[in-house]
């Protein structure tokens, strides 16, 4: 329980940290960054904007959840757009992983614990 209540405090601590930084940081005032000819021309830029993916990802179509979420998502017949089935997969992954971290991870750890499997 020492433990658990050690990780909490670490986890508070790590959260009031970033959130503290990031209002930090939201408060500055910022200048617009000046580029040179030769950056613009040879493309180089830092970071990436919506612009970049728009095209491969098909952002200017629209989508609906029930078409990437939904449990009819494969009945509707139509082509779902690539952002909304890219989100579909992320989503997917995220799942998986909820149920490994909530429920299959603390039982294999219980299990080592207790010393019933090495």
Not at 47 to 62: C, I, L
Not at 79 to 100: E, I, M
């Amino acid at each position: 329980m020492r433990k658990f209540r050690n990780s909490a405090i670490a986890l508070v601590s790590a959260a009031a940290i970033t959130l503290g930084s990031v209002t930090a940081v939201s408060a500055q005032e910022t200048t617009a960054p000046t580029t040179t000819a030769s950056e613009s021309e040879s493309g180089s830029t830092v970071g990436s904007s919506w612009s970049d993916y728009n095209e491969p990802y098909e952002g200017d179509q629209e989508g609906y959840g029930i078409d990437g979420f939904g449990s009819s998502r494969d009945d509707s017949g139509e082509d779902v757009p690539r952002w909304l089935s890219t989100w579909g997969k992320v989503f997917d992954v995220l799942t998986v992983g909820s149920v490994l971290g909530m429920i299959v991870f603390p039982v294999v750890n219980y299990l080592k614990y207790n010393g019933i499997i090495k």
